[in-house]
């Protein structure tokens, strides 16, 4: 079955220091792979996406992700956190053409130590 | 430019009332969505639309739920009878199309508690 892991329900990171977030999935075939971002009391915003080409693909916000197929992974990472980066995370695959076909993952919350 | 826009933003209702939870798309978005947010759950896809049509329901967790849109544009989702379990943060999502390079773009939940 299509489904997507994030293993940490929440992470805490220093300000400053570097951050990578997990994703796992388990899809078929070639996946579409997206990073959202939740900040509290807020809707979700796109932070990036892969759909092919490079492995590496860079978003807004400073952040970046890296399509790995033999891990089925797709890892958020920034180099340094700063404290408006403290959101809830959501990583989702494409198992289909269509955005109503996406499976989202449970969440990552990122709590920012002063 | 205005965003997706949903209101109420919170609701609080009594068990076995229905309520109305509404959904106003960027402007040209053919596409919308309904998600469920329950704590410590990743988004649960209950319905979308394109245009005014909804080709899947399938999301929708039971009989007491339902979804319009109009012209193309607001959509209401309607819960009835109001159950405990339906307590969540409700999403809408707006994108041009249905096709995956469009993204969604959110607006900011309303939190339904039913007492």
């Known amino acids: 079955a299509q489904s997507v892991t994030q293993p940490d329900i929440h992470i805490t990171v220093s300000e400053g220091a570097s951050l990578e977030l997990r994703c796992n999935y388990s899809y078929g075939a070639t996946p579409y792979l997206f990073w959202y971002v939740q900040s509290p009391g807020q809707g979700l915003q796109l932070l990036l996406k892969y759909f092919s080409g490079d492995t590496l693909v860079q978003g807004i916000k400073g952040f970046e992700a890296e399509f790995k197929r033999s891990q089925s992974s797709f890892n958020l990472r920034k180099p340094s956190v700063h404290w408006s980066d403290a959101a809830e995370y959501f990583c989702?695959?494409?198992?289909?053409?269509?955005?109503?076909?996406?499976?989202w993952g449970a969440g990552t919350k990122l709590i920012i130590k002063p | 430019g205005a965003g997706v826009s949903q209101s109420p933003s919170n609701k609080v209702t009594e068990k076995g009332k229905d309520v109305e939870l509404r959904c106003d798309p960027i402007s040209g978005h053919t596409a919308l969505y309904w998600y469920r947010q329950s704590l410590g759950q990743g988004l649960e896809f209950l319905i979308y639309f394109q245009g005014n049509s909804a080709p899947d329901k399938s999301g929708l967790p039971s009989d007491r739920f339902s979804a319009e849109r109009t012209g193309g544009s607001v959509s209401t989702l309607t819960i009835q009878r109001t159950q405990q379990e339906d307590s969540a943060v409700y999403l809408c999502?707006?994108?041009?199309?249905?096709?995956?390079?469009?993204?969604?773009?959110f607006g900011n939940g309303t939190r339904l508690t039913v007492t």
């Open positions: 989702a695959v494409g198992a289909g053409d269509s955005n109503y076909q996406l499976i």
């Open positions: 999502a707006s994108s041009l199309d249905r096709g995956r390079n469009s993204p969604l773009h």
